[in-house]
């Protein structure tokens, strides 16, 4: 255990990249060494010296961020300045292409994409990746280990490649793992996970589905079927793609996701036998909150590096509703980055995360 | 069939009342035959001959609304004034009081609340009706009909008492009915219905839970396996309490509701056979949407009196999602019981509404 | 005066052409004779015979929309149809090309963008006009009309050009006009315009500035000094630009506009004398709401017609803030569109806009 | 200078309360010494010892607020634990009462209300306090320091009370008193504060103001020529009544102030000698970030402790519109009140708040 590491951020321009630089920056042990920001800079930007990031976002702007910028990228920058740790909050296909590197550089990688999620193929099918089927995928993928500290926290301690999971998936899997675990859910009669995000999710890019006047007093379900964060549900669960419904639906809010998550179980439960299996199953778990009477609600997880968990039977206590929440950008991205980060290092799981 | 009708108004003053007072004036049979709004108004505004419309809602000034005001009710006014349809937009307990009285005056009533709208005493207990029981309650229960014209259009026709149907329940009904009756849904595998409302469902109140503080930037879950509606999906639908979840949530907009609802077949379904069952349940029911390729969205039916319904099926055509969306102001309150006096009134449906 | 005529729209697409399409198909003099809507189509919808109308605004939908389409443009389409009136909801370089061909064949114009609001070529400079200068705009310029029924329904009545007002300029020279001609403003103490309007006022293309991340939860300044619609507020209250500051401001809702606007009075007023104003000024306009001891706000004209304007002095009298409210999309271009229609035509002022 | 301290707050339960209670706990020097949360609670929580504070704050849950309780107020119980400072979170009117006791008691305090901000009793004529007049208020009237860092930071360092600056005040106060020091203002021009503010300044009461329906996607203007916090405005930029006009409006968001204030000056001057005059009034400011070419936006400092300001002059020098933003529940509450505290305890003025 070292006290302190070298980081750099690959995509700090865009909502996840700002938060993760913002909890990089306050980090108790890192305080003191803030990370490299590197990425694409145009030619006028490169003479100097990069972008300040208080330009990119000026909601950082403070004593700890003077003199901070987007430098040009090279893997030398990274070399010269004794990077150990690479978060890469790129594209899904920057990071295939960008990991491989890393890793033979002796980087050790944080990527928040979903470049190296899935172990299945079938369940990768949906991306598309140039590189499927190479040799050096292969192998790269065999190095990575979902990030979610609550259910890989010994793998991710010694991984070289953590693949940071989706938000979705991350609101969704905390809710359900537990129960399956425990073989209480009945599968054959199929779970439904109905969630809702807030806009951040959809990335920073100007489409007509982010512009204020579609999303705005508005809600639409989309990717019935075939979202691609389906595939963690599958592979982190252990479920069947039959045993499973995922909708995602666009809120009119900034940020967080709520899902709402529909189970029959086996047989007749408690909410005590209940409360229980979820108190065990995250008994080490500092970033996830458990609600006992109440529901989680998106206000409470905003702005906070926590996931809210909290379940309703219904009377005859064979069907349960978990709602679950989170921030989108912080334990849906970065906060989770940040936590694995922790693990990776040794140091205290939640640390600079509460 | 006459030309035009003697209405009144009591509850002009919430939401929903102040959208069915501008639905009524703009009617092409009603214009010249402005609806009488009456309710309780204190002794100051009495002895005023009133309310002014436009103070109460100053969004309706306009010529149509010059000298229109909110008079003190007695049933006197209703009877001087040759009232012969009367609407409620009151709360249940006060429709329960009121309804048997006007209908011993020979009104024909349409009341928006839930007084009227369940047939089972076991699903009336979760409101606490204090006239539970009695024969009076008994009998006026026994002359309503529910309040859906896609459904109950000839009983509607004859009716006396016309029990508009609650917001959650028009979303989902919809949406279900003509696959349920078609008998294509496996009920054994259960129903999910996840709903999500704007703030006007909530009432015009003022509480902890309207607070623009609360709502806003969140969505919360609440009334699960409770929620008044359900008995209505139970007896329209025609399931049982295992067979359906139905859970309600807030959303941060205005007004608008989605319902995400999710079934499963008894064998594999086409897209085309499922569009054509839809077709055919609603070939004449112009107040009806269908989305064809495309699924419903909040901001394509607020302030518009339709409901939009839309359904994805799964590849192996054996699950469905259908997404369906309303006003819950109008096509989930006040633009039905409109659709509800142009049936009962023998007018073309839609006349008013489009 | 006709009892009605055949318009066509260019500029269905954007959100003011939407609120177009909408009032022309349900004006009672319009209703029989849609209109015909043109534009751009790519080669695949031309062989459809052009895009359903319903399909580029879903909430349009209605057995009144039935088989309406925007077909590709062309004069002789126009020509062949018997349209007389043309409506441009089109960017302003659009307009600078097309109104002159449209009055040479004769079609009497209703412009909704910048393109020929202006007299003073120095008040212009800013759209830098490609024709600027050329005699065919000179004339063109020659023939239009400011379209503000308030101000000038005598010329607009006998015009064949209509230049549609700006959105924030109709929302502040309402508000002014009156006054100013009243000769009460000390106009060399200055008058401050702060405007704020919905983002539906930035147009329809995604930027960065649309980005439901950008609006939302947020409010900005912009165009300080320098805005569009200035030119418009000198040439039509008659002030010097020394005389003036108008700030616009881009808040987080879908639409609406309201300017708090600052004057100081050469001599102490009273809430009578500046209501006799007003009362007076506005006496034959349908679409102007005068409020009295309240202050209008977005929520009472957002999907009307109107314009509310309201005042408040201080307590000596010499100084006033008027706030004016009004629908951007409505009363600040397509429905004053309509009305300057109905004004052409000879019809009443509101109809079709109540 | 000692390098912790026992505080209390009282009023924990509203929304700035929430604010200063999560700085409090986060404070590099007051961690180990959690703030005493005292205030009325009823009998039933009494019994159990006070009210969890994640009960009342649920976004406040973690391993830092386990165990911390809203207390059952009483002197005794502020004496027993050793409180030196006392925050007050509440109405004025109890602030009146409460402050004169806890300074009999040797506490010193910082009051968030509008209680003691106010020197000359025309200007506290406003809010009506009972105790007007009496021997005690002005005794403790002259005690108190106006709580803005930036203009009084050596009176605070010794301050036994605190007038916390209200939130549309210190908006306005930090973007005109380096102007108006300087001199450059034309005061007989007359300033405009214009300015806008999320609803969480409107408190946690609901009210018809406060109800969701009324404040979302509606902009409101309120308080014209008569908003109580006009008096810090005259008392602490040094102007008189008839110099200054603030205008107040509801925003359709949580929380932020952007105030557009209109200046004009004696001269002409340039951008960079207005912006000299900026940094050198805060240059040892640290919570004053000053914008250069660009204007400060509400998303850039909701959830800072920042207040940002930027200047845009005429083309000609001669006026100039000010953009100042704060988090009106942070820099405009309970982070200023904060900074207060490091100021009157020798500490960094911005620690804990970066």
Sequence with gaps: MTNTVQTAVIGVTGYAGAELARLLLHHPRLKSVPP????????????????????????????????????????ELLTSRGVQVLFLATPHEQSREWVPEALARGLRVIDLSGAWRLTESSNRAIYNFEDEGTELAAETQAQAVYGMPELHRVEIAGARLVANPGCYATSIILALKPLVSAGLVDLDHGIVADSKSGVSGAGKAPTAKTHFMYAADNLSAYGLFTHRHTGELLEQIGVDKDQIVFTPH??????????????????????????????EFFAHSPMVRLHNKTLPQIQHVVHTNYADIGVQLSSDGRRAVIVSCLDNLLKGASSQAMQNLNVMQGWPEAEGLE
């Design 250 to 279: 666009l809120l009119p809010i900034p940020r967080g996701i709520l899902s709402s998550i529909y189970v029959r179980f086996g047989s007749s439960q408690t909410a005590e036998s209940i409360s229980q299996i979820y108190r």
């Design 36 to 75: 490299i920001f590197a990425g694409r800079v145009d030619a006028k930007d490169e003479a100097r010296g990069g972008i300040p990031l208080t330009e990119i976002h000026p909601q950082l702007a403070g004593s700890n961020t003077t003199g901070l910028k987007l430098e040009p990228f090279s893997w």
